[in-house]
């Protein structure tokens, strides 16, 4: 009795062209297979950021003395847009003490750890420089009546070449508004052009009117408490650069 015919199993190509092909069909179609693990894309990309934000992170060599000198704050703008009524301000803030001018830099006790020294920066290019090279923080005033004039870009420009501190706007003249609406629409405006210049995000403070020849004492409140708290980062440019 014949037996019904058998038909063979497809048998795999172990090896040779063939096998090498079918084994690697899967990992050559890079349309199909994008992403072979999930989990591992994840870790690899998480690596990359890691990696990006230690770069950004490196400890700095901190070369201050046990006691500390005074952060330099330069207080720097145009003409007539309140550099010296603000530096007034913050010292009969910090000391209770009114000044009726100022000549040279003033250096106050602003906690039981850290001092002050207020420098006003005139509006000439060697004032600029030179208060560019040792400046901690830079309080730069703008005449929101105006807006941005060509001095206080130069300014920027020379923070730049200079390790780039802390730089804080503050905004004046605001009582010249009379409109609510014109007011908000100055300050959106100018808050976005200091982003550009500085980065997104930077700190921008309002002062109102002049009241009694000081600007008012809870402007000036906030603005010392916040003067106050700030991380001064060592500035790795300034550290391998001397000056005089």
């Known amino acids: 009795m014949d037996s019904a015919p058998t038909n063979k199993p497809h048998r795999v190509r172990r090896a040779g062209a063939s096998a090498k092909q079918n084994k690697n069909a899967q990992k050559n179609n890079p349309k199909a297979f994008a992403m072979q693990s999930g989990v591992k894309a994840d870790r690899m990309a998480r690596r990359r950021l890691e990696k990006v934000e230690r770069k950004m992170h490196v400890p700095m060599v901190d070369r201050t003395p046990l006691e500390p000198p005074p952060v330099m704050v330069v207080v720097a703008g145009p003409p007539q847009c309140g550099k010296t009524t603000l530096i007034k301000s913050l010292v009969r803030r910090y000391t209770k003490h009114t000044l009726s001018e100022i000549r040279g830099p003033i250096t106050v006790v602003s906690s039981k750890k850290q001092r002050l020294t207020f420098i006003e920066c005139r509006n ?3 004032s600029m420089m030179d208060a560019a ?25 020379i923070l730049q070449t200079h390790g780039f501190p802390k730089v804080m706007g503050i905004l004046t003249h605001l009582d010249h508004f009379r409109d609510n609406k014109r007011l908000r629409n100055t300050k959106k ?6 982003w550009t210049e500085i980065y997104q995000g930077a700190k921008l403070f309002y ?26 980062r060592p500035l790795a440019w300034r550290n391998s650069h001397s000056y005089m």
């Open 124 to 126: 000439d290019l060697n």
């Open 133 to 157: 090279k040792v400046a901690d923080l830079v309080l730069l005033m703008i005449d929101a009546s105006f807006g941005f004039e060509m001095e206080t870009f130069e300014f920027l420009n």
């Open 189 to 194: 405006i100018l808050k976005h052009r200091f």
């Open 207 to 232: 002062l109102s009117g002049v009241i009694n020849g000081r600007y008012p004492d809870q402007e000036i409140l906030n603005l010392s408490r916040f003067i106050s708290v700030l991380k001064f």
